[in-house]
């Protein structure tokens, strides 16, 4: 069993930042990428910024430039560095990860998700 625990949300006003962290932990033998995603009100889940072990990002137009994505392999944990946030940015930030287990003869690999932390931006 995997659980990823998001943390780092809150309200914070226009121009402002936050940070964002996602620590996986459980019977992991390694986490391929792992991501953030977001859900706004009676909108649907996007993704916000993807990062792979070896480090090459992807990011939704949206954030390009103000948002940063980093992790640490060997704490099993993402980063979303949130700078310049608008109050479009307001949404539950999801954190993803690929996660490969190990079992006796072989190898699974299975998505996991976190419970979701709220990130409000008034204006």
């Known amino acids: 069993q995997v659980q990823l625990v998001e943390s780092g949300g809150g309200l914070v006003q226009a121009g402002g930042s936050l940070r964002l962290s996602c620590a996986a932990s459980?019977?992991?033998?390694?986490?391929?990428?792992m991501g953030w995603y977001r859900q706004a009100p009676g909108k649907q889940r996007e993704l916000v910024a993807a990062?792979?072990?070896?480090?090459?990002?992807n990011y939704a137009d949206s954030v390009t430039g103000r948002f940063t994505i980093s992790r640490d392999n060997a704490k099993n944990t993402v980063y979303l560095q949130m700078n310049s946030l608008k109050p479009e940015d307001t949404a539950v930030y999801h954190c993803?990860?690929?996660?490969?287990?190990?079992?006796?003869?072989?190898?699974?690999?299975?998505?996991?998700w976190g419970q979701g932390t709220q990130v409000t931006v008034s204006s």
């Open positions: 993803n990860a690929d996660v490969d287990i190990h079992y006796t003869g072989y190898t699974a690999r299975t998505q996991y």
């Open positions: 459980g019977s992991i033998f390694s986490i391929n990428v």
């Open positions: 990062i792979a072990r070896g480090g090459s990002t």
